[in-house]
Nanobody, 122 residues
Framework: VQLQASGGGLVQAGGSLRLSCAAS????????MGWFRQAPGKEREFVAA????????YYTDSVKGRFTISRDNAKNTVYLQMNSLKPEDTAVYYC????????????????WGQGTQVTVSS
């Protein structure tokens, strides 16, 4: 499966962005999907994940209540709605596809998109 992330940009603290990840290739609905991020000088970290049907989601503690992951299998797209953004959310955001139902570790994701930059100014 090929993944293309988009929707990043520059936003002020407290603002919102919605990231999209369009998938092509093998049946999108068969994959769990995740979002990860990597800030400069830091390791890539898990942000959110969703199972194949969208009925189950999981978030890292720092984004709970602010970010929402969702998917539209008819459009082969997964989304990350980011509200109340903080400067510490600044990073390159990556979408990824997993064979697992839902997964938080990057090694469970064999397919990755190219990343989209999110910058939150204070």
């Amino acid at each position: 499966v090929q993944l293309q992330a988009s929707g990043g940009g520059l936003v002020q603290a407290g603002g919102s962005l919605r990231l999209s990840c369009a998938a092509s290739g093998r049946a999108f609905s068969g994959y769990g999907m995740g979002w990860f991020r990597q800030a400069p000088g830091k390791e890539r970290e898990f942000v959110a994940a969703i199972n194949w049907s969208g009925s189950s989601t999981y978030y890292t503690d720092s984004v709970k209540g602010r970010f929402t992951i969702s998917r539209d299998n008819a459009k082969n797209t997964v989304y990350l709605q980011m509200n109340s953004l903080k400067p510490e959310d600044t990073a390159v955001y990556y979408c990824a596809a997993s064979g697992q139902i839902i997964a938080t570790m990057s090694y469970n994701y064999p397919y990755w998109g190219q990343g989209t930059q999110v910058t939150v100014s204070s």
